[in-house]
């Protein structure tokens, strides 16, 4: 056995087969003109399932609300036309041997930080908040609720209709979904809010259940889930395992069958305190204390972590011992590549390979180009 070879071993869950336990981690590229994904995205990401990922999952696609999108480039996962552009996607990436998932997605009160653009529509949120103490927008409705629920839910049956294999719920990084988590940023007192974690998870649990009752029991569902948000990146939902599991459990309970658990540097112990300095990741909590299926992601195979590549830093290969060492260990299941796979299409193969000294490394300039 060479050193990475249990990154490729295959892993099952539900009706979607994985040839090994790489993810493309889903990655916002804002070349979707008009919102619709077209040839040149399909061959984007049939680049990378011919490089060998095991599952591709798409960047942040939205779904049928208005301003649930922060950035013109934003591809919708709603209308004909943009559904037709997916349809594309979905087949070359599965000529080209992948698997793929949407990650769908709602950008809440979130302004971008990359354009100065604002929607048509006033932008919502659980209270009208991005941020404690940051007003921006209006605070949703039961009605308004009940139509995004609705609006995931359609985009769900939407993406299985069209042959996708799985598809993610973005619940991270202080986008809606993570908005309702958020006790800086949920302040409701109906259902939808409370002081505890699994009183503000019900919404992402409402979400996950009605997905669930349309896909039916084999169609796998990811959710993606963080405890720092881009407004706060020292926030935690969870300080303790039995408040993580009273976030996360009844999520799964709910339906949800992998925990995309999202961290920037995937070597850092959640519960330090308990488990030391080499304890346990975020994904390795969650699989411990859920039972469910988890990937981890943030800086694999990479020296700096992401956030910087929004200013347009780059970073340079890094060894894979200490990923292959958790995975020996089955801390978690799979694992999720992000900035390693724009400016390496071919990455997943050269690890493969064992041929590390290929490895590039990431280009910020990558970043400007689609290819
Ligand atoms: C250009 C870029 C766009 C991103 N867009 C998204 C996104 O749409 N949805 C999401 O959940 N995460 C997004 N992320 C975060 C990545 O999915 C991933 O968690 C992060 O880059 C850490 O992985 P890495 O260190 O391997 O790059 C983005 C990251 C980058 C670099």
Not at 86 to 114: C, E, N, Y
Not at 271 to 278: C, T
Not at 296 to 325: H, I, K, N
Request: net charge negative; with cysteine; aromatic share 8%.
């Amino acid at each position: 056995m060479t050193s990475t070879d249990v990154l490729f071993r295959p892993f099952r869950i539900g009706s979607m087969e994985l040839k090994n336990r790489i993810v493309m981690a889903p990655m916002t590229r804002s070349f979707a003109p008009a919102g619709i994904p077209g040839p040149a995205n399909a061959a984007y990401y049939r680049r990378r399932a011919e490089g060998g990922v095991g599952l591709i999952l798409s960047e942040g696609t939205v779904i049928d609300r208005p301003a649930s999108r922060n950035d013109p480039g934003i591809p919708f996962f709603h209308g004909e036309a943009a559904l037709a552009g997916w349809k594309g996607v979905i087949d070359a990436v599965h000529a080209g041997g992948g698997r793929m998932g949407p990650q769908l997605w709602h950008t809440g009160a979130v302004k971008s930080f990359l354009v100065d653009w604002e929607a048509d529509a006033p932008v919502e949120s659980p209270s009208g908040l991005d941020a404690p103490g940051v007003e921006r927008g209006k605070a949703m409705t039961d009605a308004d609720i009940a139509d995004t629920v609705a609006a995931f839910v359609k985009a769900a049956a939407d993406a299985k209709r069209l042959g996708f294999d799985t598809i993610e719920l973005h619940g991270a990084h202080g986008y809606l979904i993570d908005q309702f988590f958020w006790s800086g940023s949920n302040h409701r007192t109906d259902r939808y809010g409370g002081p505890t974690i699994r009183e503000r998870s019900r919404f992402a649990a409402e979400v996950v259940a009605a997905i669930r009752a349309e896909v039916g029991p084999d169609f796998p569902i990811i959710l993606r889930v963080s405890q720092w948000k881009q407004q706060d990146f020292t926030a935690r939902l969870a300080e303790t395992p039995a408040a993580m599991t009273d976030w996360l459990l009844p999520l799964v309970e709910a339906g949800v069958d992998v925990l995309h658990c999202s961290q920037r540097r995937f070597w850092e112990p959640e519960f330090p305190e308990i488990d030391g300095e080499n304890g346990l990741n975020f994904a390795g909590w969650a699989k411990k204390l859920t039972g469910a299926a988890t990937i981890s992601v943030g800086s694999v195979g990479l020296t700096g972590d992401f956030m910087a590549a929004f200013g347009g830093e780059s970073s340079t290969a890094a060894g894979l011992d200490g990923l292959v060492d958790r995975m020996e260990r089955d801390e978690f299941d799979l694992i999720a590549v992000g900035r390693a796979l724009i400016s390496d299409p071919d990455w997943a193969v050269k690890v493969q390979a064992n041929d590390r000294t290929k490895l590039r490394g990431f280009d910020a300039a990558n970043l400007a180009e689609l290819v």
